[in-house]
């Protein structure tokens, strides 16, 4: 009941004149996601998008993708959010820079979006700093057995070159590319353990995400 009465504050909160402007898209333990959020992000291409993947899906992975952020960044803060350089603020934001057709065109979006270059700089340096904790905490902790990486050149690795038509070179000349490879997959799998607890610890629900 509690919840629910939270909701109601926040959806009134969000409405003029019983016309609503915004509404809620999800809430984590008391922290509000809005729709319009979803919106921006989608607009100024924030989240790379899979080719052919549809508008609703497109807003649904940036609506986990926010979520899965904010849980992330509460734990970072816990610890103390690393120092981000400017940078590489500024490569990722070219990285987005790159999904439009120009800087012109970008800005636009911005205006529409009722957004700065600033506040995706802000929005950049939050996603960074998770990325540098994540490498931090996790990454030196990962280990691959040269076993493993033995058994990957001798069937996967070796079969997906093969349907690229692509040269299998010697297990010596791969081995650092496929242990990097199987790095990244169990990275991955780490980060998403650590986001589940975190989910689970936290109390989310989700509403819309258009």
């Keep these: 009941m509690r ?17 609503t402007v915004d509404r809620v898209a999800a809430v984590i333990d008391q922290q509000v996601l809005t729709v319009s959020e979803v919106g921006q992000m989608a607009a100024i291409r924030f989240f790379a998008r899979d080719p052919g993947e549809s508008e609703d899906d497109y807003r649904r992975d940036i609506l986990d993708a926010l979520i ?13 959010a690393p120092d981000v350089p400017l940078d590489s603020i500024e490569a990722r934001l ?6 439009f057709a120009s800087m012109e065109e970008l800005e636009e979006v911005l205006i529409r979006a009722e957004l ?7 929005l950049i340096k939050r996603q960074l700093q998770v990325e540098l ?12 057995p040269s076993e493993e990486i033995e058994q990957y050149y001798r069937t996967t690795w070796t079969q997906q070159r093969r349907e690229r038509r692509l040269p299998v070179v010697p297990l010596d000349q791969a081995r650092e ?10 990275l991955a799998a780490d980060v998403e353990r650590w986001t589940g ?14």
């Design 3 to 19: 919840k629910l009465f939270l909701v109601i504050l926040m959806v009134a909160a969000v409405t003029v004149s019983g016309v």
């Design 116 to 122: 700065t270059l600033d506040d995706v700089r802000t």
């Design 133 to 144: 904790y994540i490498q931090e905490r996790f990454a030196p902790l990962v280990f691959v």
């Design 68 to 80: 899965a952020q904010a849980l992330r960044l509460r734990d970072v803060e816990r610890f103390g």
């Design 177 to 186: 590319e496929i242990r990097e490879l199987l790095r990244g997959d169990r």
């Design 94 to 99: 070219q990285q987005i820079q790159n999904r």
């Design 197 to 210: 607890r975190l989910r689970l610890r936290a109390s989310v629900d989700i509403y819309a995400w258009r």
